[in-house]
């Protein structure tokens, strides 16, 4: 069986695997190969497959590690990874290659997520469309503080697209709206009945494929009495 057809299973049944590229053309079985089955399958699975290359741990140059990038990103014929045959290149869409350079070791390492953000990468949005991470959905909090007569939104950020999103204060959950762009909202209605308070903020956020992240803050919300005495 080719070796595709069996990462896609894989891929299938256990949603949190990952694979690099590393010599996997090599392992390929030319009878049953075509760049246009190769091509789908990276497209189908681009949030799990990354980029990586054990080239130069092989004594080869920065022309092999070329090749490789030209594989992905061009329809050029290249000399064979590894010493193996001639490949016709995969042309890959932009946003397939940003999920395998970028955006899903981003989702495994929060170091690489940090050095992207520093930069002004937008982790996970602006990728084609695709809205499902596979790790549990990141939330933070912005602190909020208004007088009770002039409620306000309670806002933050997320990493990943959620299909749920609540926030539960002072023992009520209130369902939140999801911006698809990072970041969400509680709509300042919403919070006009809370007394005058300090509150701890308890979010709840659930991907595509069931996963759960919660993050609780204290004191994130502060309400203030606009009653003078």
């Known amino acids: 069986m080719p070796a595709w057809k069996n990462s896609g299973t894989i891929f299938d049944q256990y949603p949190n695997v ?13 009878a049953n190969y075509t ?17 990586g290359t054990d ?4 004594g080869a140059g920065a022309e092999q590690f070329l090749n490789e990038r030209k594989l992905l990103e061009t329809n050029e014929v290249i000399n064979g990874v590894h ?20 955006w899903n070791a981003a989702r495994l390492i929060p170091q690489v997520r940090q050095v992207l953000e520093a930069r002004k990468f937008s982790i ?3 990728l084609g469309g695709v809205k499902c991470d596979r790790l549990p959905p990141g939330v933070t909090i912005n602190p909020l503080s208004f007088e009770s007569e002039k409620p306000a939104d309670l806002t933050g950020t997320l990493c990943s697209i959620t299909t749920s999103l609540s926030a539960e204060i002072a ?12 970041t969400w909202k509680l709509p300042a209605a919403q919070l006009a009945a809370l007394p005058a308070g300090t509150y701890e903020v308890k979010m ?3 991907s595509a494929i069931g996963l759960v992240r919660n993050d609780a803050s204290t004191q994130e919300l502060t309400i203030t009495s606009s009653k003078k005495h």
Not at 55 to 58: E, K, L
């Open 35 to 51: 760049v246009s089955k190769a091509r789908a399958f990276y497209i189908k699975y681009q949030d799990r497959i990354l980029f």
């Open 18 to 30: 990952f694979v690099d590229v590393a010599f996997v053309h090599n392992a390929r079985q030319p």
């Open 124 to 126: 996970g949005y602006e």
């Open 171 to 182: 023992g009520i959950n209130y369902p939140c709206i999801d911006n698809q762009n990072g």
């Open 204 to 206: 709840t956020a659930r």
């Open 83 to 102: 010493g193996g045959p001639k490949m016709e290149g995969f042309n890959l869409p932009q946003p397939v290659l940003n999920h395998i350079y970028y």
């Open 55 to 58: 080239v130069f741990g092989a």
